[in-house]
Each structure stands twice: as C-alpha cells, then as structure tokens.
C-alpha cells in the first residue's frame, strides 16, 4: 500500500516538475514569491527562455511569412481555400473522387470549347494550353512528408528508448489528448482544425505577446502556488518509503 502511495506522489511530482522546468526559475521563481505578483518585464527572458522573434522562430522564410500575415492577401487566400475545401467535404458531403471527377470534368469541358473556338477562327491547337504537372513537384511533396514521418517516428523512438519519465509522460498524454481529440471529430476536422490554429494563433500571440506571456507565468505561479498547499497539506503526509534499500534487500 505504502509503495502504491509513493509510486502515486512520485508520478505527480515528475509532472510538477516538468512544468515548473518549463518555466526558467530566474522567471517563475520570482514572479510568485511570497505571493507577490509583481515583476519588472525589462528583466525577463520571453517565454520558456525564448530569445528569437516568433518569424525567427518559425524559420524566417516564406513559410513564416505566410503564418504570420506579413502578405495578407496570400494568407488570407490560403486560409479561404482550405476553409472551401474542408466546406465540400464536411457540410456539402463531398468525396474525394466525386470532386476529382468534376474538377476533371470542367477541365475537359473548358478544354473542348477552347478547342472549337480555335478551329473556328482558324487557330492551331499548339495554342491550346495544357496543364502539365512537373515531377519535381510530386517529389519534393514526397521527400517533404517523408522527412516529417521519419523525423516524427524517430522522436517516439528516442522517446520510448530513454529514460526521461518526465519526457515520456508527457508524450504519452499528448498522444492520449490527440486520440480523445480524434474521437470527437474525424481526421479532415482535426486537420483543418490544426490548420486554421496554425495561421491564426502565432500571429496573435505575435501582436499580443507580452499580454500573453504575463498570462502563462501567472498561470504556472498559481500551479505552483497551489501544489504547494497540496504538498504541505496532503503529500508531505504520506509516508515514502526508501526504494532503493528495498531493491537492495
């Protein structure tokens, strides 16, 4: 009874702890000391210790660009259209292949007529244009997916291998939250879900980070002005027991 106890109070320590690691203690420390909320912002690093700007962060090329609204006509264009699309497919019942074959369908009827009206007015069909996908394309989308599966599987790999429980159990319940999330909704609604996230909350974090950042550290000081009642008032009085000389026995 007494190793389940410990083994409970362990478990909920690590996890504590990784959120107070989140925190750098220059930061967090002082921030709810003596339950005194005030700070100088002068004095402090951004959030979780960050130092580069959010575009740096995201990589500082195009893409970040596109996240963070620097072209609002193409990101707004680029959030359309994937609204549009998970619009077909969730609300108007749309398949995959019924789109496809319509889209082809337009094509072919737009490429009839544009072929008719050319032999009318005595034009060469080499005027026609076609749509010709480049191979690079497909390979560069193929390297691309294959680079963030190999990369994904490999973090859970390094994951399942180490020895960090803090790392694993952090994982786990991430990977737990996603599977609860998936349960609600289908997969094109999480993706369009994350999608939509994607382009919207890095560019508010962006133009209201300081309002952010003071929210989240105030966030973990009351996680841990609050496991600290717990820990005085609850687990400092279960009794632990020494593991390790029992292992030795």
Same mark, same amino acid.
């Given at each position: 009874m007494h190793h389940k106890e410990n083994t409970a109070g362990n478990m909920l320590d690590n996890l504590i702890e990784t959120i107070s690691d989140a925190v750098p203690k220059n930061k967090a420390g002082k921030f709810f000391e003596d339950g005194n909320p005030a700070f100088s912002r002068n004095n402090m690093d951004k959030l979780f210790g960050r130092q580069n700007s959010v575009h740096q962060v995201f990589g500082g090329g195009k893409s970040a660009d596109l996240l963070l609204w620097r072209n609002k006509k193409i990101s707004s264009s680029v959030l359309a259209g994937a609204t549009l699309i998970w619009a077909f497919f969730e609300w108007l019942d749309y398949h995959l292949l019924c789109i496809l074959c319509l889209a082809l369908i337009v094509g072919m009827v737009v490429q009839f007529s544009w072929s008719n009206a050319s032999s009318m007015?005595?034009?060469?069909?080499? /005027?026609?244009?076609?749509?010709?996908?480049?191979?690079?394309?497909?390979?560069?989308?193929?390297?691309?997916?294959?680079? $963030?599966?190999? $990369?994904?599987?490999?973090?859970? $790999? /390094?994951?399942?291998?180490?020895? /960090?429980?803090?790392?694993?159990?952090?994982?786990?319940?991430?990977?737990?939250?996603?599977?609860?999330?998936?349960?609600?909704?289908?997969?094109?609604?999480v993706i369009y879900v994350g999608f939509v996230a994607a382009h919207t909350l890095p560019v508010l974090y962006e133009k209201y980070e300081d309002q952010v950042d003071d929210f989240m550290y105030s966030l973990f000081g009351q996680i841990q002005s609050q496991y600290r009642k717990l820990d005085s008032g609850l687990l400092s009085k279960i009794p632990k027991g020494n593991l390790k000389s029992k292992k030795a026995d």
């Open positions: 007015m005595s034009r060469s069909q080499s /005027d026609i244009p076609r749509l010709v996908l480049p191979k690079e394309l497909f390979v560069n989308v193929a390297v691309s997916v294959g680079g $963030q599966v190999n $990369q994904f599987l490999g973090f859970i $790999q /390094d994951v399942a291998i180490g020895r /960090d429980l803090k790392q694993f159990a952090m994982v786990v319940l991430g990977l737990l939250a996603a599977a609860l999330i998936g349960s609600w909704f289908n997969l094109l609604t």
